[in-house]
């Protein structure tokens, strides 16, 4: 072998024999969430407190099932309304004028839920099982009928105290 090339294998001989790997030390504080939140307290004046200045957040609003007939104009809702309102049988009657249980019902709505304020303002003043008269809303007119009611709540502060807590420690600990 040539000189140059033993040197140069004896280099990285020696490199690899006597060189020490580099090392580093780290040391590490491991804070989860939840550890974080297991050190936070409120006092009951704050739960207090929040729980006042959003009162209305805790609300649990009056809900509504309702079903809604939908026509082109109001001529047509007119007629519409004085058949129903004579009819024994409201299924049986919605049935003769062509519409499908399906595409009437709405479901169980509280009125922040409902897109037209109109028709929601006409819906939440009605009586369960009565007919409204024909509503002019924002994008049809429409005869409207609430088959359910279902009362809403204002909860109280014992009730929602939990709720409260953990919201304030969540952002607390953020």
């Keep these: 072998l040539p000189a140059g090339n033993a040197t140069r294998n004896y280099a990285a001989v020696f490199e690899q024999r006597f060189t020490a790997p580099e090392r580093r030390k780290i040391n590490v504080?491991?804070?989860?969430?939840?550890?974080?939140?297991q050190r936070i307290s409120i006092s009951e004046d704050e739960l207090k407190a929040a729980y006042d200045s959003d009162k209305q957040k805790f609300n649990i609003p009056e809900m509504r099932?309702?079903?809604?007939l939908t026509f082109a104009d109001k001529a047509a809702a007119e007629k519409a309304y004085a058949e129903l309102s004579k009819a024994e049988?409201?299924?049986?009657?919605?049935?003769?004028?062509?519409?499908?249980?399906?595409?009437?019902?709405l479901g169980l709505l509280a009125k922040r839920d409902m897109i037209d304020s109109r028709i929601a303002d006409a819906a939440f003043a009605l009586k369960q099982d009565e007919l409204s008269q024909p509503v002019?809303?924002?994008?049809?007119?429409?005869?409207l009928?609430?088959?359910?009611?279902?009362p809403g709540k204002q909860r109280t502060f014992d009730e929602v105290k939990g709720e409260i807590g953990d919201r304030l420690t969540e952002e607390r600990a953020n």
């Design 29 to 37: 504080l491991l804070l989860t969430r939840d550890a974080a939140k």
């Design 65 to 68: 099932r309702i079903t809604q």
């Design 89 to 105: 049988n409201f299924a049986d009657a919605v049935g003769k004028l062509g519409f499908k249980e399906s595409d009437i019902e």
């Design 136 to 143: 002019e809303g924002q994008f049809a007119t429409v005869l």
């Design 145 to 150: 009928r609430v088959t359910e009611v279902v």
